[in-house]
């Protein structure tokens, strides 16, 4: 009931400064408290995690850019409602063939928006996984990617 309120809107509003992030966080970190089954055990929010088979809300928040982003890319979006994602340029050998490029701006409003917010992370990805067919092989491939990588650890250090 909590993460449906959390992931409210997250595509078009993702907080970018960690103070919000970690607030955000905290609500759901109090929520995992409340399980009657984990109330007593006195464990870290990671271990409650871990149980509840759960992500982090940043995790969530990135994968579910990626996703956002593949539809668009795909073409599962109409044109006049996606928004404008440039293509970058193939010359370059790391990443993947479907690579974008950054907007030049000066105000966080542009710098924190969609556009330029999933840049780095989508050029991260390799071939394998942007090259999918439908949108449920790409969510496997991405999260067999991700499977050991940083990303999931990202906001481990919160207390």
């Given at each position: 009931?909590?993460?449906?309120?959390?992931?409210?809107?997250?595509?078009?509003?993702?907080?970018?400064?960690?103070?919000d992030?970690?607030?955000?966080?905290?609500?759901?970190?109090?929520?995992?408290?409340?399980?009657?089954?984990?109330?007593?055990?006195?464990?870290?929010?990671?271990?409650?995690?871990?149980?509840?088979?759960?992500?982090?809300l940043?995790?969530?928040?990135?994968?579910?850019?990626?996703i956002?982003?593949?539809?668009?890319?795909?073409?599962?979006?109409?044109?006049?409602?996606?928004?404008?994602?440039?293509?970058?340029?193939?010359?370059?050998?790391?990443?993947?063939?479907?690579?974008?490029?950054?907007?030049?701006?000066?105000?966080?409003?542009r710098?924190?928006?969609?556009?330029?917010?999933?840049?780095n992370?989508?050029?991260?990805?390799?071939?394998?996984?942007?090259?999918?067919?439908?949108?449920?092989?790409?969510k496997?491939?991405?999260?067999?990617?991700?499977?050991?990588?940083?990303?999931?650890?990202?906001?481990?250090?919160?207390?």
């Amino acid at each position: 009931m909590v993460r449906s309120h959390l992931d409210y809107c997250s595509s078009v509003w993702a907080p970018y400064r960690k103070g919000d992030i970690e607030a955000l966080e905290n609500v759901q970190k109090r929520a995992t408290k409340i399980l009657p089954s984990l109330k007593k055990l006195g464990l870290a929010y990671w271990e409650r995690l871990k149980i509840c088979q759960m992500p982090t809300l940043h995790y969530r928040g990135i994968r579910r850019d990626m996703i956002e982003t593949y539809k668009i890319i795909t073409g599962k979006y109409y044109a006049c409602v996606a928004p404008t994602l440039p293509k970058g340029s193939i010359s370059i050998t790391r990443g993947n063939n479907l690579r974008l490029q950054k907007y030049h701006v000066k105000y966080d409003l542009r710098k924190f928006g969609f556009a330029n917010r999933v840049v780095n992370t989508w050029n991260s990805l390799p071939n394998w996984v942007v090259s999918a067919n439908t949108t449920n092989t790409f969510k496997s491939r991405l999260d067999k990617f991700w499977q050991n990588q940083d990303v999931i650890k990202t906001f481990m250090s919160v207390s």
